[in-house]
């Protein structure tokens, strides 16, 4: 997939509908168009800023080195890990 191509298309990729049976209906589709011929880029959905990467790895990686540390401290102290 060539990120510079969907930053060229972002006008034309459509939205994700999140209804629940919405996204089933939509992800079945998706799929069999995938079986049916090869997916392009102008078959993928956009999302909405707080589903993306961008957004969602920070807080992600900052819970897991604190979690990390934590591992780390009780393993020093107490020699043990579980």
């Given at each position: 997939?060539?990120?510079?191509?969907?930053?060229?298309l972002k006008k034309d990729?459509?939205?994700?509908?999140?209804?629940?049976?919405?996204?089933?209906?939509?992800?079945?589709?998706?799929?069999?168009?995938?079986?049916?011929?090869?997916?392009?880029?102008?078959?993928?959905?956009?999302?909405?800023?707080?589903?993306?990467?961008?957004?969602?790895?920070?807080?992600?990686?900052?819970?897991w080195q604190e979690a990390?540390?934590a591992t780390r401290y009780?393993?020093?102290?107490?020699?043990?890990?579980?």
């Open positions: 997939m060539c990120f510079f191509v969907l930053s060229k990729i459509k939205p994700f509908p999140y209804s629940k049976i919405i996204v089933i209906l939509s992800l079945s589709r998706f799929i069999f168009t995938g079986f049916k011929r090869p997916l392009t880029d102008l078959d993928l959905w956009a999302l909405n800023k707080k589903h993306k990467s961008s957004t969602v790895v920070p807080p992600f990686i900052k819970k990390e540390s009780n393993v020093l102290k107490t020699g043990k890990f579980f």
